[in-house]
């Protein structure tokens, strides 16, 4: 079976650190993966999407960045944290064979606060 | 471009109410439709999901019918719980080749004793 992993859970970071998130996905090959962003109380942000290793496409202009170094890896990133960059963080997949069709899968999410 | 809209909530119902949560969408094509479950603090769960017209998708005693001539896929309970209480999300996919779904903006459910 497939099961995505989120880390870390949580992180508390000061305004203009840098941040690293990865999510990894078992049980499966190619996939298309997804970053997503929560705020408190709203609906789901695209960030970014990948339909295979290296192949990044940014949905927000933004000061964070993505990449995808190996098939079921995905990596979001900032060199220089913002207050506006708190958020639960939120990485899925999807099958790669299905197109652009198939349902979701998401991990259990990171919560980020920039203090 | 493709939306998803939902009725806002928060939805209050008391236990064993029964429960509809509206969604409507645009799209081209003929795109999938899904309902995705958020518990407090964790990520979305697939409820149910419908590729065609007049498919009815159901899980856990949750449903919802494509319905292409109204262009809608309203969720559906009979007898709501305690453990229902979540945020719920209508989304769309598949339409005209894309790679990226379009989610509504939640619907978040509270249910009393």
């Known amino acids: 079976s497939q099961t995505i992993h989120q880390w870390p859970a949580t992180l508390v970071q000061p305004v203009g650190s840098p941040l690293s998130l990865e999510c990894t996905v078992e049980g499966t090959s190619n996939p298309n993966l997804y970053w997503y962003r929560q705020a408190a109380g709203r609906g789901l942000q695209l960030l970014f999407y990948s339909v295979g290793i290296g192949q990044i496409s940014s949905e927000v202009p933004q000061n964070l960045s993505a990449s995808r170094p190996q098939d079921r890896q995905f990596i979001l990133s900032s060199k220089k944290l913002l207050l506006s960059d708190s958020g639960f963080y939120l990485c899925?997949?999807?099958?790669?064979?299905?197109?652009?069709?198939?349902?979701?899968?998401f991990g259990p999410g990171t919560r980020l606060t920039v203090t | 471009g493709n939306s998803v809209t939902q009725m806002e909530g928060p939805v209050t119902l008391s236990e064993e109410a029964f429960l509809t949560i509206n969604c409507t969408y645009t799209?081209?094509?003929?795109?999938?439709l899904f309902w995705y479950v958020q518990y407090p603090g964790e990520g979305l769960q697939l409820l149910l999901k419908a590729t065609k017209a007049d498919d009815k998708g159901s899980n856990k005693g949750f449903e919802a019918t494509y319905r292409k001539e109204t262009t809608s896929f309203h969720l559906e309970k009979g007898s709501v719980q305690v453990s229902d209480s979540a945020v719920y999300f209508c989304a769309l996919s598949g339409s005209g080749g894309s790679y990226i779904p379009t989610f509504g903006r939640g619907t978040s459910l509270i249910v009393h004793p």
């Open positions: 799209a081209t094509g003929y795109p999938s």
């Open positions: 899925a997949w999807s099958p790669g064979l299905a197109g652009g069709a198939s349902e979701q899968y």
